[in-house]
């Protein structure tokens, strides 16, 4: 079907919630920039379609030092095409809650997953998570305060901090949908399809 506006698949792997909240986020406002996007649950199926796609967002969480397996197979399947299209990585975590560690370049658990995938997004972005210890159980609690206690975060039980910058990342909604918007061919193909 012909389309007037580019389209972005927006795929978000999230445990808690946070990395949906964030994609959902990216997903409102490229609407609000003019760009179109379908948001879809990461699976062992996860597929861009090329007549329909202009670009992709991965918005993954971390979760014991990784990151859902399917990321990495999803990024080997549709690699040739993932290459030949604007792309966004977006990795959540808590560690990411200090500015420092939100550069690509030092957050360990980004920077392997790339080394590993050899996958060369166009943008990535580190982006802190939340920490909620009321809903975990007992030794998922455990073992963040054993995280929170050497990185000298909170260990209080009852804590719940949303550390997300939202402005950062509306921000970094606007800036991929111009990118997308301004990629080759992007928008001598729309109408076409
Ligand atoms: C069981 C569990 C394990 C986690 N492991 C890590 C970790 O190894 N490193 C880290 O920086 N954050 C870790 N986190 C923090 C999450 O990445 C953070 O809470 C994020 O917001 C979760 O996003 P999600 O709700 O989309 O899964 C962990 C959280 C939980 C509950």
Excluded at 99 to 115: G, I, M, N, Q
């Amino acid at each position: 079907m012909p389309k007037d506006k580019p389209c972005v698949l927006v795929i978000h792997s999230s445990r808690f919630g946070q990395s949906t909240k964030i994609a959902q986020a990216i997903v409102d406002e490229m609407a609000a920039c003019g760009v179109d996007s379908d948001l879809q649950a990461l699976s062992v199926t996860t597929a861009p379609d090329p007549q329909r796609h202009d670009a992709v967002a991965l918005v993954i969480s971390v979760r014991y030092g990784h990151f859902d397996a399917n990321a990495a197979k999803f990024l080997a399947a549709h690699r040739a095409w993932l290459d030949a299209h604007p792309s966004l990585l977006v990795t959540v975590s808590l560690t990411a809650r200090t500015e420092a560690k939100r550069d690509p370049a030092v957050h360990s658990y980004t920077k392997k997953f790339l080394e590993e995938t050899t996958w060369v997004p166009t943008h990535t972005e580190v982006v802190a998570g939340m920490l909620d210890y009321p809903s975990y159980k007992i030794w998922d609690r455990l073992a963040i305060q054993l995280i929170m206690t050497m990185t000298k975060g909170p260990t209080d039980p009852k804590t719940v901090i949303e550390y997300t910058d939202w402005d950062r990342v509306k921000e970094l909604a606007d800036e991929f949908a111009k990118l997308v918007k301004d990629a080759p061919g992007v928008s001598e193909n729309l109408n076409r399809r």
